[in-house]
């Protein structure tokens, strides 16, 4: 270690217990995706926004870089730390959850794990809707920095939608605390929104108030297959048409995607007997108190069915059903990761774009090399797709890896000129700084990195997170 660290380190024990202060080897920092190594040698566990103040006040004084870790489950690399001399600050700590009957309000320290804001929510008849496959070990401080998004923003919005107040530390040690669960206020700048998904670039986030719902009465899953993207589309709109923001889910699925559950071990019951190269899930709230739109949802259905738009549906009409049809879905990363991607692509284009460019994609990409497979997959009703591409063989693996970045290229460039989004819900992370400099808006990376230089003019948050300005 450093001796300026050894020093910052010497000056905060008079402050924190030994405890708090975990050497390498015995605290883990992971990139769920095995393309980034942690280098930092020591990692601090503050258990107060106090001391998360007094750490940032005396790294800006000792020109410490620090990073913020919340659950580890950043797929862009945020959380690694890529130099020696980076501290890691952990925010496990901090880990209290408060639900308040009154205004059926939650206050939570950023430390909390998902699931557990989730439980708690639930334990007091309420649904806190944000979720994700990695709610067992993420961080709502981490889900605020990098705005998360999954499977309920058609519904509910994204985790910024869910937020009514925050508490951060700015990188000098002042505490910035917007804590009010207010619907309307405009006193000024809403730093609120600048913070959440700032990655830990401008502040460490230490609490926030969330907002918590009705629990959907017996939403109903329906898994059903198409000939092509278009008729996912015509699906989705004559649904939409007539059930609004009662749809709490609308997934993608692609053959593809099946198969390799199938292939990598797992086991599943796909109800589907013709074969189709595409699959939607969706889920519907069809309860409205004692009244039924259910055979509404089912007339509707049948239309698409007359029309050619569906080949085969399926109702979940039991728990255990629908366990069975969301279990695909959310198997769908776990098999990619076992069969080893080339690339992965979080990516959004605007909805009614998305077949036209899935067949240019698709296009490109062959002609690119025969050896690739595709499996997409995603929120489609939010238009944000995870565009991931394997190997055909192993034989072709090395091949592909060697020309991974003229592959992330094509992908991009189409993305750019369908005015997608690069990034739809991960962030920038390490990993996409230099696509967000080729892509984004002149006028917004200007502005972006004044707030930046303004709020950590020694870049000592997160460097090399968004921006890659040296220190
Ligand atoms: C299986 C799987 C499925 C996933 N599905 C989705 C999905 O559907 N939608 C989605 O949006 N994401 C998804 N993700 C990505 C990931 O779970 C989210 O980005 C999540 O919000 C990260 O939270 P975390 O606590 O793990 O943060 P970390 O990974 O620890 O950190 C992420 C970033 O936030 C910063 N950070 C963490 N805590 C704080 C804090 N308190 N203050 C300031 N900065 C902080 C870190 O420095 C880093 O830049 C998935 C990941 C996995 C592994």
């Given at each position: 270690m450093s001796s300026n660290i050894c020093h910052f380190i010497n000056i905060l024990s008079k402050d924190l217990s030994e405890s708090q202060f975990i050497k390498s080897g015995s605290f883990e920092v992971r990139d769920p995706r095995d393309r980034l190594l942690n280098k930092s040698e020591i990692c601090i566990k503050p258990k107060n926004t106090k001391e998360v103040s007094k750490i940032l006040k005396l790294a800006n004084k000792f020109l410490i870089p620090i990073i913020p870790l919340g659950g580890s489950t950043g797929l862009v690399g945020g959380q690694i730390a890529h130099e020696k001399n980076q501290v890691i600050l952990s925010l496990e700590k901090l880990d209290e959850i408060k639900f308040f009957k009154k205004s059926n309000l939650?206050?939570?320290?950023?430390?909390?794990?998902?699931?557990?804001?989730?439980?708690?929510?639930?334990?007091?008849?309420?649904?806190?809707p944000l979720s994700l496959a990695s709610e067992g070990s993420c961080q709502i401080g981490g889900n605020l920095a990098t705005n998360a998004g999954g499977l309920n923003v058609i519904k509910y919005g994204n985790v910024r939608d869910l937020c009514l107040g925050l508490e951060a530390v700015l990188p000098n040690g002042k505490i910035l605390s917007?804590?009010?669960?207010?619907?309307?206020?405009?006193?000024?700048?809403?730093?609120?929104?600048?913070?959440?998904?700032?990655?830990?670039?401008?502040?460490?986030?230490?609490?926030?108030?969330?907002?918590?719902?009705?629990?959907?009465?017996?939403?109903?899953?329906?898994f059903f297959s198409v000939k092509d993207l278009e008729d996912v589309i015509f699906v989705f709109k004559k649904i939409s048409d007539v059930f609004q923001d009662r749809i709490l889910a609308f997934e993608l699925i692609k053959n593809t995607g099946i198969d390799f559950i199938k292939e990598t071990g797992f086991l599943i019951n796909s109800p589907?007997?013709?074969?189709?190269?595409?699959?939607?899930?969706?889920?519907?709230?069809?309860?409205?108190?004692?009244?039924?739109?259910?055979?509404?949802?089912?007339?509707?259905?049948?239309?698409?069915?007359?029309?050619?738009?569906?080949?085969?549906?399926?109702?979940?009409?039991?728990?255990?059903?629908?366990?069975?049809?969301?279990?695909?879905?959310?198997?769908?990363?776990?098999?990619?990761?076992?069969?080893?991607?080339?690339?992965?692509?979080?990516?959004?284009?605007?909805?009614?774009?998305?077949?036209?460019?899935?067949?240019?994609?698709?296009?490109?990409?062959?002609?690119?090399?025969?050896?690739?497979?595709?499996?997409?997959?995603?929120?489609?009703?939010?238009?944000n797709l995870h565009y991931n591409i394997f190997p055909s063989s192993e034989n072709s693996r090395p091949v592909l890896e060697k020309n991974r970045l003229q592959i992330f290229n094509i992908v991009n460039d189409l993305v750019n000129k369908y005015s997608g989004s690069i990034s739809a819900e991960h962030g920038i992370g390490r990993l996409k700084v230099s696509e967000l400099k080729k892509f984004e808006d002149p006028g917004k990376l200007y502005m972006m990195k004044l707030i930046k230089s303004v709020v950590d003019p020694k870049n000592l948050l997160n460097p090399g997170v968004i921006f890659n300005f040296k220190s």
């Open positions: 939650l206050e939570v320290q950023s430390g909390a794990i998902l699931s557990s804001i989730k439980n708690l929510a639930i334990n007091n008849g309420r649904l806190f917007s804590m009010k669960s207010l619907k309307k206020n405009n006193m000024g700048f809403d730093l609120k929104n600048l913070l959440i998904g700032s990655e830990g670039t401008l502040g460490i986030i230490t609490s926030a108030i969330l907002k918590t719902f009705p629990i959907p009465k017996n939403p109903i899953s329906i589907f007997t013709k074969n189709t190269d595409w699959t939607v899930l969706m889920e519907i709230e069809v309860n409205i108190g004692a009244i039924s739109l259910n055979e509404i949802l089912e007339q509707t259905l049948y239309d698409c069915i007359l029309k050619n738009k569906i080949v085969e549906v399926f109702f979940a009409n039991t728990l255990n059903q629908r366990n069975e049809f969301w279990k695909i879905r959310e198997l769908i990363p776990a098999a990619n990761r076992r069969k080893g991607s080339i690339c992965s692509n979080d990516i959004s284009v605007p909805l009614e774009k998305i077949p036209e460019f899935i067949i240019k994609l698709d296009r490109s990409i062959s002609l690119f090399s025969k050896d690739i497979l595709v499996n997409c997959f995603g929120h489609v009703g939010d238009g």
